[in-house]
Nanobody
Framework: QVQLVESGGGLVQPGGSLRLSCTAS????????MSWYRQAPGKERELVAF???????ARYADSVQDRFHIARKNRTYMWVQMNHLKPEDTAVYYC?????????????WGKGTQVTVTS
């Protein structure tokens, strides 16, 4: 059974940086697409970024392009470096996975980690 655990959330001032990590377990053989989503209070969960495979090209939501950077150290460990944070980045951030070679909408989610950007 796949499990995802996020870490690294916290409180940061506007313009600051945070790094979130996601550790997966229970992966079998084959490719796993890993992704980051977020959900702000009163809003729907939205895609932040995803990476099809280790070393693959990352894709970003327009709202975080050029500020966030995701990377996968290996099949089961991913992080997102978040720079120039804005109050509107405040949300619970979730790691997701899908056992696929291309589809990125998650089949499994982590429990999330809170990011709060405020002065």
């Amino acid at each position: 059974q796949v499990q995802l655990v996020e870490s690294g959330g916290g409180l940061v001032q506007p313009g600051g940086s945070l790094r979130l990590s996601c550790t997966a377990s229970g992966f079998t053989t084959g490719n796993y697409v890993m992704s980051w989503y977020r959900q702000a209070p009163g809003k729907e969960r939205e895609l932040v970024a995803f990476m099809i495979s280790v070393g693959g090209k990352a894709r970003y939501a327009d709202s975080v392009q050029d500020r966030f950077h995701i990377a996968r150290k290996n099949r089961t460990y991913m992080w997102v470096q978040m720079n120039h944070l804005k109050p509107e980045d405040t949300a619970v951030y979730y790691c997701g996975e899908r056992h696929s070679s291309c589809a990125y909408d998650p089949a499994q989610w982590g429990k999330g980690t809170q990011v709060t950007v405020t002065s």
